[in-house]
């Protein structure tokens, strides 16, 4: 049976002018059952504006929600408001505190002003759409209709930046446990240091604040934000504003051995890897950074690229693929001689998080690194400090002993200096 509708008759239309203009109800929802589940559901002709079929809401009957702790998110729409740049700036000059202070008192003052925007928005964007109701049934108005529209795209950036559509793409890379300390030992002393008197010399050099810009123009401006809310967006657009103490910051960790751990607070979000995960290992763990964090990090992963002869800038994952089938052709074809070859096939899982610190910094040590510099990189690594975010929730705070994370821009490096104590 047609389960009817509400709102206007049609679902399409062709044509502005009155003379030329078609509309058909073409899009029709038929069921069988549906009522006796959705007693209360019915379908509605939403109003449109750029395309030519009329959206249609199914509505069900009203679900209960879990209720969740509110956790502060900055939102990409609210750039698109005239009065947040202002708000922003008034917020920012008006405290004296240290940087962590400030986002902070930010994130007090953005909360209240959305609030009160949000509810501002709701109300312009019904009053646009009964608008919209009542000129589809008569002549088109262009300027309601653009007004709609520049609504509709904040609402679309709204929701593109919930999608959360990159951390599928990224698939599972987490690796493997690295053996017990006494094979470790045995490794450690295989290595031969490979970084020349010059290389530690460059990597030593004061950082400059030219370098902190180049790694936040590098970040992606919507990825996911840490525990602090504000994601790499909110930096770029507002740079002009929150330049200075975010340089003082991120320059006093990185040239005057200040700590960072008050940026290195981490939210760790558990992403299924299968339709109905039972068991912790069927989630891939994501490590969400702070920005300011990740600033230090990428500036020291920027300046280490130079030197880390290992990583090549967008090699992609199916060139190493190419080259292990190469590698296991030449296997089957040796058919003569009296030495052979053997493949080994290593089954690897969660090696970051089971590294030892220690490890690291005595690989780190034997491949000839500097000893101002391994210090800052073990600061990036044991300052840390993970709070697991459940149904948008925060738990308690945890201080880890050892574990590397996914997601820290030198994650890459830590693992090719693990990867450099197996190599013979």
Not at 131 to 151: N, V, Y
Not at 285 to 296: A, R
Request: aromatic letters at 10%; one cysteine or more; glycine letters at 6%.
């Amino acid at each position: 049976m047609d389960v009817g509708y509400s709102g206007v008759w049609y679902t399409w239309e062709r044509g502005n002018l009155p003379e030329t203009n078609i509309r058909e109800r073409l899009d029709k929802r038929v069921i069988e059952g549906w009522l006796n589940l959705f007693s209360l559901g019915n379908i509605h002709h939403l109003p449109y504006s750029t395309f030519d079929h009329c959206p249609l809401l199914i509505n069900t009957d009203k679900v209960s929600r879990l209720s969740r702790d509110r956790n502060f998110h900055f939102e990409v729409w609210w750039t698109m408001e005239e009065s947040f740049e202002p708000t922003l700036k008034d917020i920012w000059e008006s405290s004296s505190e240290p940087l962590m202070e400030k986002l902070r008192n930010l994130q007090i003052g953005l909360s209240k002003w959305a609030h009160t925007i949000k509810g501002k928005k709701k109300e312009l964007q019904k009053r646009l759409t009964k608008e919209l109701e009542i000129l589809m049934k008569e002549d088109r108005d262009d300027k309601t209709l653009s007004t709609l529209t520049w609504r509709l795209k904040k609402d679309e950036a709204y929701w593109e930046q919930r999608a959360r559509v990159n951390w599928l793409r990224s698939g599972d890379r987490n690796t493997a446990y690295f053996h017990n300390c006494a094979t470790a030992r045995r490794l450690l002393e295989g290595i031969e240091g490979s970084i020349s008197i010059e290389a530690n010399e460059d990597l030593q050099a004061p950082f400059s604040e030219e370098e902190v810009e180049i790694a936040l123009k590098g970040m992606r401006p919507t990825k996911a934000p840490g525990l602090d809310g504000f994601s790499a967006i909110f930096f770029q657009k507002y740079w002009h504003i929150v330049r200075k103490e975010v340089l003082d910051f991120c320059l006093g960790v990185l040239n005057e051995g200040k700590e960072v751990d008050s940026a290195n607070m981490t939210n760790i979000v558990l992403i299924p890897k299968v339709q109905n995960p039972t068991s912790l290992v069927d989630f891939r763990l994501i490590s969400l950074c702070s920005v300011l964090y990740k600033l230090v990090a990428k500036t020291i992963a920027n300046r280490m690229q130079n030197v880390q002869s290992a990583f090549v800038p967008g090699r992609l994952i199916s060139d190493n693929i190419l080259l292990a089938y190469e590698i296991l052709h030449t296997f089957r074809q040796k058919r003569t001689g009296k030495n052979g070859y053997m493949a080994v096939k290593l089954d690897m899982s969660k090696a970051y998080d089971r590294v030892e610190w220690d490890f690291i910094k005595e690989v780190m040590n034997k491949i000839g690194f500097a000893r101002k510099w391994i210090e800052l990189i073990m600061k990036c690594i044991t300052s840390v400090s993970y709070t697991v975010l459940i149904n948008g929730s925060r738990g308690r705070i945890f201080n880890p002993s050892r574990g590397l994370r996914q997601g820290d821009p030198l994650s890459l490096f830590y693992f090719l200096y693990v990867v450099r104590g197996y190599q013979p």
